[in-house]
């Protein structure tokens, strides 16, 4: 560059009296995005409808009282207690069971369901007992 180009340059001070940047990016960002309607029409239904639900569902009162129609009611019969059963019946009914041999179950096995199993160890080694 030529000497005086380079030092006219140098003596240039910017002058921030006609820009704002933040009003200059503020503009930018509002001209770049697109007016969406749409969000709002939806937000615009939902209110009604919540509105036509709201006046759906309100509790009206009558304008002239309903007199209820009169039913005759039938008297209650009495409740009578069960009487107590006799102690013996429930022996009777269990020799009856034992008795016939073709609809009763089988004796219960006394043996355990499960074979005794060595404890579980923290080092998963069982004690000397139960090694063979």
Known sequence: MSEPLAERLSRFTPDSTGLDRDALLFAAGRASARPNRRWMAIAGVLAVSQLL???????????????????????????????????????VLTE????SEGNSFPPADERPMIEPQPPLRAFGTPPAKYLN
């Not at 009856?96 to 008795?99: D, K, P, Q, T, V």
């Open 53 to 91: 639900t709201l006046m759906a569902l309100w509790p009206r009162t009558p304008s002239a009282p309903i007199n209820p129609p009169i039913v005759a009611v039938q008297p209650f019969e009495p409740v009578v207690p069960p009487t107590p059963h006799d102690p013996s019946e429930l022996w």
């Open 96 to 99: 009856r069971l034992l008795a």
